[in-house]
């Protein structure tokens, strides 16, 4: 079974950094597009950055120059840096991912279960 496993949420500062990390976990033939998105109290869920299986990158106007987003395509992995941090950006942050379970199907949508960032003084 394929899991989506996040870290690195907490508080900070603003202005402070941390960075998140979501691993795909399980059986799975390969994955495409990772995305992260994030989720503000009272507020719909929204797209905050993406990386395709080649690298291109794609980032909310909101967070450009602030948050850079990568992968390591060997550990099944996609991480966050958000430097910068301001008090808006307080969210549950979650990531997606388009995971193709065997050869032959179509990509899934996969959900993490989501960590908190708060930035506060």
């Known amino acids: 079974q394929v899991q989506l496993v996040e870290s690195g949420g907490g508080l900070v500062q603003p202005g402070g950094s941390l960075r998140l990390s979501c691993a795909a976990s399980?059986?799975?033939?390969?994955?495409?597009?990772m995305y992260w998105y994030r989720q503000a109290p009272g507020k719909q869920r929204d797209l905050v950055a993406s990386?395709?299986?080649?690298?291109?990158?794609n980032y909310a106007d909101s967070v450009k120059g602030r948050f850079t987003i990568s992968r390591d395509n060997a550990k099944n992995t996609v991480y966050l840096q958000m430097n910068s941090l301001k008090p808006e950006d307080t969210a549950v942050y979650y990531c997606?991912?388009?995971?193709?379970?065997?050869?032959?199907?179509?990509?899934?949508?996969?959900w993490g279960q989501g960590t908190q960032v708060t930035v506060s003084s």
């Open positions: 997606n991912a388009e995971i193709r379970p065997h050869l032959g199907f179509g990509y899934i949508a996969y």
């Open positions: 399980g059986s799975f033939f390969s994955i495409n597009t």
């Open positions: 990386i395709s299986s080649g690298g291109s990158t």
